[in-house]
C-alpha cells in the first residue's frame, strides 16, 4: 500500500512542476512576442531619435498609453525603460524597482545578462528567469540606433495563475493520497488477506493438521496459490496416511513375527526391539550394541562394523537358556550413508535338537548294527580258523551268529517300521475290535515270561469296555512292548498289574509294576529313538531301543496317547488312551 501512494506522489509532483513550467514559459512567450511585434510597429510609425523616443514614449499619459498598446504592456508588473547606448547613466523607466533605488539602477540594469548583451552587440532575448532583490522577472531588451529599449515582466504577473496550479496539484494530490488510501487499503485486503489465512492454513499444516482448505474466490495468482495449497495439504494427507499405514504394516509385521530384530543406530545405541527378540534373549531395551555382542559371545564390535570392510552380513550363534539362536548382522543405510546395524535372531532350538537327534540316532544305528557284526565276523573268522572241527563249540558260534542276525533283523525291521510311521505310509487294517479281549490275550502270551521271573501278572477290568475302531495287530505289538518292558525291568519276585477301564470317551490300559523305575531326568527323553536308561541292560535283554518311540507312534496315529510316569527305586506306570469313536478316513490319512 505504501509503494502505491510513494508512486501516486512520484506521479503527480512531476507533473505539478512541469504545468508550473509551462504556465512560466506560455507567460515569457507572450511577453517576448508582444514586445517583438511592438518594435516593428514602432519602428514602421515612429522616426527612431532618442528625443522622439523619449517624448513619444516618456511624456505625459498619451505617451505612456502608447507604449502599453505598443508592447501590451498593460500591467503593473510589467515595465521599460529607455537607456542611452552612449551614456549608460542615461536612462529613463517605469520601473518602480528601478525608481526606488536611482543610485543603484545602472548596476541593476548592468545584472541583467539581456541588457548586458545588447549593449556588447548581441541579442537579448535569453529566457531565463532573473532574481534580483528578492523578486523574479522575465527581462528582454533590444537596440535601435543608439536606443536601448528594456522591458521586465515581473513574476507577480504569472503567479496568481502558478498559485492556482499549486493549490490544485496540492488539492489533487491530497484528494490522490486518500484515493490511494482507500484504494490501496482495499487491494492490500485483496492480496494480504488470502495470503494471511494461508498462512495460518500452512501453520496448521505443519502441526500435522491436513484438513485444511482454502475457499478459491478469484482465477488470479492468488487463486492458483490457493489451489496450489489446497492440492499440496491434501497430497501430503495422501502421503502420510501412506506413510502411516506402511509404519503400522512394518510393526504389525516386526511384532508378530517369529524372528527376532533388534536395530542399533551409528552410536551404538538400540533403537528398536521386537517382542520375539526380547522373548528369545530376555534383553532390556537401553541395551547397546557393544554390551549386547559381549553379553552373548559375539566376537565383534561396533567399530569394527562401522569402519571396517563389512559388505556382506555375518552370521553369528548364540547359545542362552537351552536355547540356539543364530544372529545375522548387516548395515542399514539411508541413501548410501550408513544408518546403524540390524540384527535378526533366528530361533534354531528345534533344528538343532534334530539335527542332535539325527546325529544320535545315525551314530547309536551305527552302533547298533556294528555290535552284531562284530560279533558275527568273530565268531565267523573262528570258525573258519579250525573250530569247524568241534562240532559242540560250532553249533554254539552259530547259535550266537544266528542270534544276532535275528538282532539285527529285529533292528531292521524296527526301523522299517518307524520310517513308514514317519512318512505317513503305514497301512492300517481297521475294524470294530475288544479291547479287553486284546489285553486279555496278550496278558496271557506273557504269562510264561512272568513265571520264569517269579512274577506276578494280573489284569482287572472294571465296568464295560466298548469296542473301538483300532488296527488290532498294531495294538496289540504297543500292549506286548509294555508288558514286555514292565517284566524285563522288574527284579524277579515283582509283581505286575494291568487295569482296563473306560473314561468319558476313552478306554485305557493301566499297566503298573514294582520294579527299578526310571528316573527323573530320563523321562522326558523316554520316547526318543535308541535311547536307553540302562544301555548295557537293555542289550542284554535284547532290545533295540525302538519299542516306545514306535509304540507311542502308532497310539498317536489312532487319536490316542501314552503316558509314562515313574519313581525311581519304586516302579512304573504306563497308560495308553484310546478314543472309543473311530477316526475317520480323512483324519487316518492325516
Known amino acids: 500500500m505504501f509503494i502505491f501512494i510513494a508512486m501516486t506522489i512520484f506521479l503527480i509532483i512531476p507533473i505539478g512542476l512541469l504545468l508550473k513550467m509551462q504556465v512560466e514559459s506560455s ?46 504592456i498593460a500591467s503593473e508588473n510589467k515595465s521599460y525603460t529607455i537607456v542611452n547606448k552612449n551614456d549608460i547613466n542615461d536612462f529613463k523607466t517605469t520601473d518602480p524597482n528601478l525608481l526606488k533605488k536611482p543610485g543603484v539602477a545602472v548596476n541593476d540594469l548592468l545584472s541583467s545578462s539581456n541588457f548586458v548583451a545588447v549593449m556588447s552587440g548581441s541579442k537579448g532575448d535569453s529566457k531565463s528567469l532573473a532574481r534580483l532583490n528578492g523578486t523574479s522577472f522575465f527581462d528582454y531588451a533590444f537596440e535601435k540606433d543608439g536606443i536601448i529599449l528594456y522591458f521586465r515582466c515581473y513574476s507577480e504577473e504569472w503567479k496568481e495563475m502558478s498559485d492556482a496550479f499549486s493549490s490544485i496539484i496540492i488539492s489533487s494530490m491530497a484528494f490522490a493520497l486518500v484515493i490511494s488510501l482507500i484504494l490501496g487499503y482495499m487491494l492490500s485486503r485483496t492480496i494480504t488477506v488470502p495470503i494471511v489465512n494461508l498462512m495460518h492454513k500452512a501453520q496448521e499444516v505443519a502441526k500435522g493438521n ?90 565383534i564390535t561396533l567399530e569394527e562394523i562401522l569402519y571396517l570392510d563389512f559388505s556382506k552380513s555375518k552370521e553369528k550363534n548364540i547359545s542362552t537358556n537351552d536355547r540356539f539362536i543364530k544372529a545375522y548382522l548387516d548395515l542399514f543405510t539411508d541413501e548410501k550413508k550408513t544408518e546403524g546395524i540390524i540384527v535378526v535372531l533366528q530361533d534354531v532350538t528345534e533344528q538343532q535338537k534334530l539335527e542332535n537327534m539325527r546325529n544320535e540316532f545315525v551314530a547309536n544305528v551305527s552302533h547298533e548294527l556294528r555290535t552284531p557284526l562284530t560279533s558275527i565276523k568273530s565268531y565267523t573268522e573262528t570258525l573258519l580258523d579250525g573250530v569247524l572241527d568241534d562240532r559242540q563249540m560250532s553249533e554254539k558260534f552259530l547259535d550266537v551268529i544266528n542270534s544276532e542276525a535275528d538282532r539285527m533283523t529285529r533292528l531292521v525291521k524296527d526301523l522299517l517300521q518307524l ?57 496289540e505289538q504297543v500292549v506286548l512292548n509294555i508288558l514286555s518292558n514292565a517284566i524285563k525291568y522288574t527284579p524277579e519276585g515283582g509283581k505286575v498289574t494291568v487295569y482296563i477301564s473306560k473314561l468319558y470317551s476313552d478306554v485305557y490300559m493301566k499297566v503298573v509294576d514294582n520294579g527299578l523305575g526310571i528316573p527323573q531326568k530320563d523321562l522326558p527323553r523316554i520316547f526318543e529313538r535308541f535311547y536307553r536308561v540302562d544301555k548295557a541292560r537293555s542289550r542284554e535283554l535284547g532290545g533295540t531301543g525302538l519299542g516306545l518311540a514306535i509304540a507311542r507312534e502308532i497310539v498317536e496315529a489312532h487319536g490316542g496317547n501314552i503316558i509314562i510316569s515313574s519313581q525311581y527305586g519304586k516302579g512304573t506306570e504306563v497308560t495308553v488312551k484310546l478314543p472309543v469313536q473311530p477316526l475317520s478316513a480323512e483324519q487316518k490319512r492325516e
Open 210 to 299: 491436513f484438513d485444511q482448505t482454502l475457499e478459491v474466490k478469484a482465477d488470479d495468482e492468488i487463486g492458483q496459490l490457493t489451489n496450489t495449497f489446497n492440492y499440496m495439504a491434501q497430497e501430503l494427507k495422501n502421503t502420510l496416511t501412506e506413510i502411516s499405514s506402511e509404519k503400522n504394516k512394518i510393526e504389525t509385521i516386526f511384532n508378530y513375527m517369529t524372528d527376532g530384530v533388534i536395530a542399533f543406530n551409528i552410536r551404538g545405541k538400540m533403537i528398536h526391539c521386537n517382542p520375539a527378540a526380547k522373548m528369545m534373549l530376555d534383553i532390556r531395551e537401553e541395551e547397546e550394541f557393544n554390551g549386547f555382542c559381549s553379553k552373548f559371545g559375539l566376537d
Open 27 to 72: 507567460y515569457y512567450n507572450e511577453f517576448k512576442n508582444n514586445i517583438m511585434d511592438g518594435s516593428k510597429r514602432w519602428t514602421m510609425d515612429y522616426s527612431p531619435t532618442v528625443e522622439n523616443v523619449w517624448l513619444d514614449l516618456l511624456n505625459g499619459e498619451n505617451g505612456r498609453r502608447q507604449a502599453i498598446i505598443t508592447f501590451k
Open 419 to 475: 520310517t513308514r510311521l514317519d512318512n505317513k505310509q503305514m497301512q492300517w487294517n481297521m475294524k470294530l475290535i475288544s479291547f479287553t479281549e486284546l489285553i486279555k490275550s496278550c496278558v496271557v502270551k506273557m504269562e510264561i515270561e512272568a513265571k520264569n521271573k517269579s512274577q506276578e501278572l494280573e489284569s482287572y477290568i472294571m465296568g464295560d469296555i466298548p469296542e473301538i475302531m483300532a488296527d488290532k495287530d498294531r495294538i
